[in-house]
């Protein structure tokens, strides 16, 4: 762990008290050291006016020589009343003050053991707690309850380790609520896809059976249902490129190969790949803007994102109109600009478009509602936005790269 502030604290506060202690201590023997002087000095003040009573020759002088003179130390005279040299005072006083300051330096010892002994076992305790509340809390996220409260406003070794469990807590919550929301929203896809591919299906199998019970069934109508047959299965197939398309960008598998290319390049691709579309209904499609403006993407997803729209916005337009796009560079962005004259979308609908499976009230037959969901994923993954405008007077779809 890189924080230990709280360790830190308790041996800081260990540390500060033993030293007040040791200073206590200290100043004990100081004050026990000046009580023997005291006493010592008492006695020797009291042995000197004697002397000098007895003997008034004795000069103070020599009365201090002698008894700073280290020599003839002979101890024969505190042995005659059983008193060592070494290990007893002569003085009474002393004897008694000794036995005072033992009880008092044994009492002081006992309160500073017990003291660090206290914060020992503080610090140990506080330990354990949280080694409990982590253990706990472990055993709940098993349990996969992640509502979990971890207030810790510390920075210790285990306050950090609550910290970690915490934030593994919240992954854990929002991967389990993503997971459901997946399961959620593959249910619904399953469900969406199911009844995409019902139509079309019933549909052709009715046909078949038509074909099948009917066998001297006339040219034109045998042409008529193979026709429906046929467009029946490309609506299918196309539904299943772009749900397989989808869940390439949905698994993350799709690798842009990023390069620059001109707009109009990618603008006269995705034209070309609904012509036919425009042929059937006679809609012109005008292309407008600097022919030398470059943008870098991947290119063919960019093609695909607008063969979407460009499809979406001739099968909402009238037969014989146009749809003009316009495309141009600044120093922010390049924008596209898709403008087509149909019924345009309504106000409830506009918010929808880009979802999946979506088909709002002017939608055509053949629509399946996934093109602008895979417009706008597409688009996205190239950095880039989409957005829409649309009135009784058409729709306008305005894609910028950034």
């Known amino acids: 762990m890189k924080n230990k502030i709280k360790l830190k604290k308790y041996l800081t506060k260990t540390i500060i008290i033993s030293i007040i202690l040791i200073i206590i201590f200290i100043l004990i023997n100081i004050y026990e050291y000046n009580i023997y002087t005291q006493n010592f000095n008492t ?56 036995n005072k300051f033992l009880i008092i330096n044994i009492l002081f010892f006992s309160l500073s053991f017990t003291i660090i002994m206290i914060i020992f076992l503080s610090y140990n305790k506080k330990k354990e707690k949280d080694i409990s509340e982590i253990t706990k809390y472990i055993e709940e996220i098993n349990k996969k309850n992640y509502e979990l409260q971890i207030d810790s406003i510390t920075e210790d070794e285990l306050s950090i380790l609550k910290n970690e469990i915490y934030k593994t807590t919240i992954m854990l919550k929002e991967s389990a609520e993503n997971s459901n929301q997946d399961k959620i929203n593959l249910k619904k896809s399953l469900e969406d896809i199911s009844h995409q591919l019902k139509t079309p299906l019933t549909s052709i199998l009715i046909l078949l059976d038509n074909l099948i019970d009917d066998q001297n069934m006339n040219i034109e109508t045998r042409n008529d249902f193979l026709t429906d047959i046929k467009r029946e299965i490309i609506n299918i197939n196309f539904l299943v490129q772009s749900i397989l398309k989808l869940s390439k960008f949905d698994a993350n598998t799709i690798h842009f190969i990023k390069e620059e290319t001109t707009l109009n390049k990618i603008i006269k691709e995705a034209v070309k790949n609904v012509s036919t579309l425009c042929d059937l209904r006679n809609i012109k499609i005008e ?32 037969d014989n ?75 306008k779809f305005t894609i910028k790269y950034y």
Request: glycine share 6%; with cysteine; hydrophobic share 30%.
């Open 321 to 395: 109109h146009k749809i003009v796009v316009k495309y141009e560079k600044n120093n922010i962005y390049s924008n596209i600009e898709i403008q087509d004259y149909g019924e345009g979308i309504s106000k409830k609908d506009l918010k929808h478009i880009f979802e999946r499976f979506y088909k709002g009230e002017n939608a055509s037959k053949d629509s399946i509602g996934i093109g602008l969901a895979l417009s706008k994923t597409i688009i996205e993954e190239d950095n880039g936005t989409i957005s829409v405008e649309s009135n009784e007077n058409g729709t």
């Open 43 to 98: 006695k020797i003040i009291q042995i000197i006016n004697t002397l000098q009573e007895k003997y008034p020759e004795l000069t103070e002088n020599e009365i201090v020589e002698i008894l700073n003179n280290e020599e003839n130390s002979n101890n024969l005279i505190l042995k005659k009343y059983s008193i060592g040299i070494n290990n007893k005072s002569i003085i009474k006083e002393n004897e008694k003050n000794l």
């Open 287 to 318: 292309i407008n803007g600097d022919e030398d403006a470059k943008i870098i993407c991947d290119a063919k997803w960019q093609i695909e994102a607008i063969t979407n729209i460009l499809k979406n916005s001739i099968e909402h337009s009238q």
